[in-house]
């Protein structure tokens, strides 16, 4: 079982940043591929980035592809997305979720999810 809290999101202007983090339980955590997902008002939630359980592959959807850093910290348990150029598309409630043990980075087959975190860009 993981348990994951989402932290860091707030209103920002267009061009500004944000890092986000995700604090997770559980002493498999090196074990997990870990992902952001995403979920506008009136859309489907959505794939951003996900990176693998060893943390030498990362994949990102287009939409942020070069704007945003997902990273991890197995000493804090933590991981991270670091969101920079942001622009008012991205507002949404973005989600940490972790995938099932030592499984290939994927962006879907997540089994945990956090309660997410609202990131608001202002024009």
């Known amino acids: 079982q993981v348990q994951l809290v989402e932290s860091g999101g707030g209103l920002v202007q267009a061009g500004g940043s944000l890092r986000l983090s995700c604090a997770a339980s559980?002493?498999?955590?090196?074990?997990?591929?870990m992902g952001w997902f995403r979920q506008a008002p009136g859309k489907e939630r959505e794939f951003v980035t996900a990176?693998?359980?060893?943390?030498?592959?990362?994949d990102y959807a287009d939409s942020v592809k070069g704007r945003f850093t997902i990273s991890r910290d197995g000493a804090k348990n933590t991981v991270y997305l670091r969101m920079n150029s942001l622009k008012p598309e991205d507002t949404a409630v973005y989600y940490c979720a972790a995938g099932r043990s030592r499984a290939t980075l994927s962006r879907s087959g997540y089994d945990y999810w956090g309660q997410g975190t609202q990131v608001t860009v202002s024009s």
């Open positions: 559980g002493r498999t955590f090196s074990r997990y591929p």
């Open positions: 990176i693998s359980w060893s943390g030498d592959s990362t």
